[in-house]
């Protein structure tokens, strides 16, 4: 479904700057100036995704972590540990981000 919807993007705006420039080279330019655009757009769409996923994931996480300090009765997390917490969840996050990117 994307490659096709992708194709079809492409196509009509090559066909379209074709009619209106009757330049086969400034066809080729702007076709690859919008398929960047596009890889950009899906790029950034994908670490979006990953950031909202952690954001929620670590939301949870410190809702189960706060009611296990309830039930325990121990004393909540320093703000150190809190923070290399997220730090080491953000690291994973580019980690992921990165190998989705890969072939």
């Known amino acids: 479904m994307f490659c096709r919807v992708l194709g079809l993007v492409l196509c009509s705006t090559a066909l ?5 420039s009757h330049s086969i080279g400034t066809v080729v330019v702007t076709t ?4 960047l655009l596009l890889q950009l757009a899906y ?13 929620v994931s670590r939301a949870g996480q410190r809702a189960e972590h706060f009611d296990s300090c309830k039930e325990v009765g121990s004393e909540e ?4 540990e ?7 969840l953000l690291q ?3 980690m992921l ?3 989705l990117l890969l072939p």
Not at 77 to 80: G, T
């Open 97 to 99: 981000a990165i190998s």
């Open 16 to 20: 379209t700057v074709y009619f209106a």
């Open 43 to 55: 790029f950034a769409s994908v670490l979006f995704l990953i950031w909202r996923s952690a954001r």
């Open 32 to 35: 690859l100036a919008c398929s």
């Open 82 to 88: 809190v923070a290399n917490d997220c730090a080491d």
């Open 77 to 80: 997390p320093d703000v150190d």
């Open 92 to 94: 994973r996050d580019q």
